[in-house]
């Protein structure tokens, strides 16, 4: 009768110590990916609000650094385009999969804009400090919507503003934007049989061809005009004039409106020459003319290059650089 119960009192503990294990390993499973309610907080840029919303799902993420994320954001894009487009966006993030940003997507939205973009259960401030998306998808707002055939000008400017935006805004090292400029941009050169950009709808001539697009048209705005101005004053003044994501604009009416702003003509004999034919860039030639090349993993800079007062300009704009660059805290 003893040894019977010793042996139940024994079950018994077992299944007690086994209980408390189950549970220490569902709370620290708890410290990684916390199941939450929806939670929503208000970014202001200017006189633009930001709404933001976190969905259902898995998430451990510091609500600050979430914050500073969304706030650098859009500090990058005003700062390139002296305002925030609008006056309203509503950004509704997806928890999903355990680390970084993801896949982000942007629309007009009853006078405002709507982005919608994932980001991971764990994602850090580090993480949110590298991250260029919720950038590039802010870019989009600032620009009127296009038909199909000129998708590659909508992500183009995207992909060729956001790096500039952010050293601009000082989230991002001006060095590592060149690196990479020099790095990626000869995605967008045509290849044999390429038909123009409007013709020619693969991705790397919709993001890349539309980025080369845009280098080319900001360095002949500056040579145009001994560096007076760049293409942030043409995409300025098509924001100013109304063109933003929620009006649909013919392409023509938008760099007709660009080139007037800058006293050129630069934005349509550019597409004239790269938007429905086979037109080469000189990438190299123009690296060297504005003074920089790649070493490594690094670039150097040539201050004097023919052009290193460009490149500066492109980088900077009107304004010298006056502080380094800002980390997410």
Known sequence: MRAATVIIIAMLAALCLGFGILLCLLAVHGLHAQPRENKSMIIEQGSAKIEASVGDGAWNVNDAALRAWIQNAADSVATYYGRFPLDRVDLRISPGGRVGVGRGMTWP???????????????????????????????????????????????????????????????????????????DMHQG???????????????????????LFCFVSDVEIHRATHNAKGLDDALRAILAAGGNINEDWPLDRALATGDRATGTH????????????????????????????????????????????????????????????????
Do not use: C
Not at 189 to 211: C, K, V
Not at 288 to 317: C, P, Q, Y
């Open 266 to 329: 630069v934005l349509e004999d550019a597409y004239a020459q790269m938007g429905n034919q086979y037109h080469m860039v000189d990438l190299d030639a123009m690296w060297k003319e504005l003074g920089v090349a790649r070493e490594g993993d690094h670039v150097v800079f040539n201050d004097a290059a023919s052009m290193a007062a460009t490149r500066r300009a492109i980088t900077w704009g009107h304004a010298a650089p006056d502080a380094k660059v800002v980390p997410v805290h």
């Open 109 to 183: 939205d009853h006078g405002g804009g709507l982005i919608k973009i994932r980001v991971g259960s764990d994602t850090t401030a580090q993480d949110f400090a590298d991250d260029w998306m919720l950038t590039h998808e802010m870019t989009h707002l600032a620009f009127p919507s296009m038909p199909d055939e000129h998708h590659w000008i909508e992500e183009g400017l995207a992909t060729y503003i956001e790096p500039i935006a952010r050293v601009r805004a000082h989230h991002l090292d001006e060095n590592e934007m060149w690196f990479e400029m020099v790095r």
């Open 189 to 211: 050169l045509p290849h044999e049989g390429d038909q123009g950009l409007d013709r020619t709808q693969s991705w790397a001539n919709t993001y890349w061809g539309g980025a």
